[in-house]
Every structure is written in structure tokens, then in C-alpha cells.
């Protein structure tokens, strides 16, 4: 090979690593946006590094599987910045789990990625595996404008299905408070028994699915949670109610008052902070053909 040969084929390896190494740093990629200077910032957090820039709330965003954090400004006249942080998860639902850990009660919705919202000098929304926060000292409508239209570009460019985590389409929709999706990933309502679990708040109840690896898994937990409320012989660990696949069972849980449970499967459909039994029970039963019917 002539010494031409040989430069051309360092290029391509020089230029392949560069390429490799590149993607493994920076895959996230901030779009331009039309008069405004966009800076990247120099730094991607990790695990390891995390509370250097979030002190306070780092533990939280690490038991939402926090993987990798990127940041940018965008300045323009009249606005000093706009700060993004655009928080990698492990997963779409961890993502949405960390979002609507900080998401206000009450606050203005945005149809930004899966779901999102603003209020004076904040927009935080959700995409896919990234939870992304923007914010900024400026205020007017033009800067409000400028959120919302960075916002949908950064969504755009994160490639990433604009929607809520699947399992929140089984929720009926009768009663159901708009925009209360929660996910938590571990401990749901106290116990360790009890892992992921998908909620939403209805007039009469909280709703909620628990998502386990298998039917064995999720009878497993209830055994645990029957023993450790020491229910009656007939709902004892050893005999949990044959009929809870057919029909919700109600227990009396001394932290969480009323409870009602349906075993769908691997899934274990229930309702929390019940005022109306009635209806809990009717929305159980709702759950469970929804369940029923996508299979």
C-alpha cells in the first residue's frame, strides 16, 4: 500500500473513532432555534457527578434510574437565557416518574413530548426516556413564547414517542381527574413487597396497577401484605380469596384505611383512599376488562 493508501485508511479510523466517541458523550443534540445563540454546556453529568449541579434532589433523580444529564443555554436580545437540563432515565417511566414527582397540582398544562407544563419562568416536560426543565429570569409573553417554541424543537429532536407510559391507557376514563398520572418505582404505599406501581386519582379513589414479572410474583406480594395485616383465616397468606380474580376484596390497612385489590394476572389492579366503594369496585372491574381485552 503506497503512502497515500495507508493516510486514507488513518483518516477513516480517526474519523470512526471520533464518531464513536462523539455518540457515547454527546447523544443528546440541541436543535438551533432562529435568533437565538445556542451554548452547549461542557459538562455531562453522571451518576458520580450529579449532585455537583443538583445537590438537593440527586438522590431522588438516582432512584428514578438517572443515567446521564445535558445541558445548554439559549440567549437572544432581550432575553438573557434559557437554561435547559435534559435528564437521560433508564426508562420511559422513570422518566415520567421523575417529572410528575415535581409537576404542580394545579398548574397550565402543555401538549410538549408525553406531557408538559409552564408557570412564570419554568417549562418542564416529558419525552420518552428524558425529562427535560427549562427555565429562566425573564418574563413577558415573548419569553413564554420562546419556552414553548424551543420546547417542542428540543421534544422533536429527541426522537422519542410523545406519549404517556403505556399502562395508563387501561385507566377508564368515568371520573378519572385529568392529568394525575403518577409512577412510582419502588415501595408503593409503604410496602417493599410492592414494586412499580402506576396510579391515577378519580373522584372516589386512587386507582392503581402494579406490574409484576409474572401471576406467582404478584400473589407472592399479597400473601405478604395478607400476613403482615394478619387478616382473617379465610384470607389468610396460605388461602388468598380464590374470587379476587373475579371480584376486588377489600382489607383495612391501619396507614391506608380502605383498600381494594384485583389480581389480573401478573398485574394487581387496586384502589387507595376510597370514599365511594361503589365506584372503586365498578373501576376495578373496568381495569380488569380492559386488561382482558388486549389480550
Known amino acids: 500500500m503506497n503512502k497515500y493508501g495507508v493516510l486514507a485508511v488513518l483518516v477513516f479510523f480517526t474519523v470512526l473513532w471520533n464518531s464513536a466517541f462523539t455518540q457515547n458523550v454527546t447523544d443528546v443534540q440541541f436543535p438551533q432555534a432562529d435568533g437565538f445563540k445556542l451554548t452547549p454546556g461542557e459538562k455531562v453529568y453522571t451518576s458520580d457527578n450529579l449532585f455537583e449541579i443538583i445537590d438537593g434532589a440527586a438522590d431522588l433523580f438516582l432512584t428514578y434510574g438517572f443515567e446521564k444529564l445535558y445541558t445548554a443555554e439559549y440567549s437572544a436580545p432581550g432575553i438573557r437565557y434559557i437554561r435547559i437540563e435534559t435528564y437521560r432515565h433508564s426508562s420511559p417511566a422513570n422518566a415520567f416518574g421523575m417529572y410528575a414527582q415535581?409537576?404542580?397540582?394545579?398548574?397550565?398544562?402543555?401538549?410538549?413530548?408525553?406531557?408538559?407544563y409552564m408557570e412564570e419562568g419554568v417549562l418542564n416536560f416529558y419525552c420518552g426516556r428524558y425529562y427535560v426543565r427549562m427555565s429562566t429570569n425573564d418574563t413577558g409573553e415573548n419569553v413564554r413564547n420562546a419556552l414553548q417554541s424551543i420546547a417542542q424543537s428540543v421534544a422533536g429532536a429527541l426522537h422519542q414517542e410523545k406519549m404517556l407510559p403505556?399502562?395508563?391507557?387501561?385507566?377508564?376514563?368515568?371520573?378519572?381527574?385529568?392529568?394525575?398520572?403518577?409512577?412510582?418505582?419502588?415501595?408503593?404505599?409503604?410496602?417493599?413487597?410492592?414494586?412499580?406501581?402506576?396510579?391515577?386519582?378519580?373522584?372516589?379513589e386512587k386507582l392503581f396497577i402494579i406490574d409484576f414479572s409474572g401471576e406467582e410474583a404478584a400473589r407472592l406480594a399479597l400473601k405478604k401484605y395478607f400476613g403482615l395485616l394478619q387478616m382473617p383465616a379465610q384470607n389468610s397468606p396460605e388461602n388468598i380469596p380464590e374470587n379476587i380474580t373475579e371480584n376486588p376484596v377489600a382489607v383495612n390497612d391501619p396507614h391506608q384505611g380502605s383498600v381494594m385489590f384485583r389480581l389480573c394476572g401478573a398485574r394487581l389492579a387496586g384502589a387507595a383512599d376510597i370514599r365511594d366503594a361503589e365506584a372503586a369496585k365498578r373501576n376495578l372491574d373496568a381495569l380488569a376488562r380492559a386488561f382482558q381485552g388486549a389480550h
Not at 102 to 116: D, K, N, V
Open 102 to 116: 415535581e409537576r404542580p397540582e394545579q398548574t397550565r398544562f402543555l401538549p410538549i413530548g408525553g406531557q408538559g
Open 166 to 204: 403505556a399502562l395508563f391507557g387501561f385507566f377508564p376514563q368515568e371520573g378519572k381527574k385529568q392529568n394525575s398520572e403518577m409512577y412510582v418505582n419502588q415501595d408503593f404505599l409503604g410496602y417493599n413487597f410492592f414494586p412499580a406501581a402506576y396510579s391515577v386519582q378519580y373522584v372516589g
